[in-house]
């Protein structure tokens, strides 16, 4: 199922222009945009984001893309992209940045391998101009600042194409050779610098789930149970995708069969603790207002919002929509 044309703004995308002395009413003004736009429920098109960012290259100049993405600290990101964060390689980063993009926005992420190399290019489902040059600018900036603050490394590319005109500020930052006026803009790597660990892998995670996840841990920490481990595993790994039984094994350090025989002596099957683990992890989600369906959805690893509609069904008996809405008005 396609992601609609609707497309939710974080707060962390207005806090970072009000810190570059932009105010949200001006550019939304300029973009013919009305003031709603900026409300924390408010879903764009398409054809509205990009207005607001031509809009937006005015009063944030030709770099304004370069000057957002250093002026947005990494703890205000919303859910769906810190995980990126806490990958364990710049190539699962970008993997799970695609699986996001699929599910909650109109916005495709390309990633192909071409011998030692990896190529990002983006497309968007319902664009009928270019995507702007600020929009771009963003996008690769922020992409790359996540391999950097990952890795803790100087990653550059290894070769960038933009569509836009040269800037000198983006060839020093990017610190790479740029082909300007290019038709398609991409985003070339190295597949060795994608490889490099990430020095913020899990430990930032648990920052982001402290909530679900601080008070298991203590638990396992204190309990020899398998289940209570593989529980916790489990949501650790499914912001990356499905789980499966050998990736949870190899986190434990025992083989396959092993966790297979320790969780039926405890009465459960791998399977049964993953749909239970969704389901706990789903209402604990859904009781948080600010969370979109589809966000839901990607941080319970799923591949697409039916999935997890039918998935939810199955469990309560009713949509995702209608738990939410009975719940929050008994709080």
Sequence with gaps: MPAPDRIKTPESFWTSLNTLGIRRSAVLAQAGLPASAADPD????????????????HPG????GLALTTSTHGSTLPPSFLVAFHAKTGVEALERLARFKALCAPEHFDIT???????VTTRWRYATHPEPDALIDATFTFI???????????IAPKHIDLRRNPSPALEKWFDCPISWNAKTPRLIFRRSDLEIPFATYNRELLQMLDQILEPDLALVENSGSTTLQVRWHLKRALTAGRPELRSIARDMAISERSLQRRLREEGYSFQSLLSDTRHQLACEYLSEASFDISEIAYLLGYEDQGSFYRAFQKWEELTPAAWREAHLKTQ
Excluded at 42 to 57: G, I
Excluded at 61 to 64: L, P, R, V, Y
Excluded at 113 to 119: A, G
């Design 144 to 154: 790359v600042n996540m391999l950097r603050a990952g890795t803790g490394q100087p």
């Design 113 to 119: 391998q071409q011998n030692s190399d990896c190529i």
């Design 61 to 64: 100049g030709a770099d304004f």
């Design 42 to 57: 408010a879903r764009m098109t398409t054809q509205d984001l990009f207005s607001m960012w031509r809009a937006l290259e």
